[in-house]
């Protein structure tokens, strides 16, 4: 069962920035952000901060909103009036909590329908925002700030979700202290939420919301199959 995800890119003090905010952005544009591994919520280390937001504005900057049939489009519209409704849901809360809106935050109009999203990044997003607790399923970057990789990991891991994330870093041990304690299915390494390769079994955390078992390779053939055993005795 697959039941969403919201599971984050971490960027630590280390990271290769320009890297991380082009695969938020492709993350957050792909499908319209409507996909379940997503970029969803982005947790960044303080002291790369104001680097990172000025990559991810440049990263932004190359997405194009517009009518999905024309080349030149990278962005399309959403899919229906309940996900757009929920975007706009999301974007009231961060304003009334704080958060500031770089670019986008609103529909766009003119369009053939009310369905087309300005892609949007968000800085100053709280922890308790639904833009943080809640998959927002839209063409959106929401950041979030920690002082330490301690506290990077403890707010990518709260969450009820618990999918896929991704962690940026030119450190290998660091690299791994986040593949074995994110509580997400599959981390992803210098790349986006959104890596997929049909063979690796892809999936949510155990005891989490997200869903329950595997897709890939050969575990899509376990999950449909019945183990029998039989044992004789002579």
Not at 14 to 41: F, H, P
């Amino acid at each position: 069962m697959e039941c969403s995800g919201n599971g984050p890119p971490v960027v630590l003090g280390d990271a290769d920035l320009d890297a991380a905010a082009k695969a938020a952005v492709y993350g957050a544009s792909l499908c319209s952000g409507q996909v379940c591994c997503a970029t969803e919520r982005v947790v960044v280390h303080r002291d790369i901060h104001d680097a990172f937001v000025e990559a991810i504005l440049r990263a932004a900057g190359q997405v194009v909103l517009g009518d999905p049939f024309v080349e030149a489009t990278n962005l399309g519209p959403l899919n229906n009036q309940g996900v757009a409704a929920k975007m706009d849901r999301h974007m009231a809360d961060a304003r009334e909590r704080g958060a500031r809106v770089l670019t986008g935050g609103e529909r766009r109009h003119g369009q053939p329908t009310d369905l087309y999203y300005e892609f949007t990044v968000v800085d100053g997003v709280p922890e308790e925002s639904l833009l943080s607790r809640e998959e927002s399923f839209g063409p959106v970057v929401p950041i979030i700030t920690g002082a330490s990789d301690d506290e990077l990991l403890r707010i990518a891991n709260d969450d009820k979700l618990g999918l896929q994330g991704a962690v940026f870093t030119r450190d290998m041990a660091a690299a791994f202290r986040f593949i074995e304690n994110m509580a997400v299915g599959q981390v992803i390494v210098n790349d986006s939420t959104c890596y997929w390769d049909i063979n690796m079994p892809f999936g949510g955390a155990g005891g989490r919301g997200t869903g329950w078992g595997r897709i890939g390779g050969k575990w899509t053939l376990l999950a449909m199959t019945d183990v029998r055993t039989g044992v004789i005795s002579l």
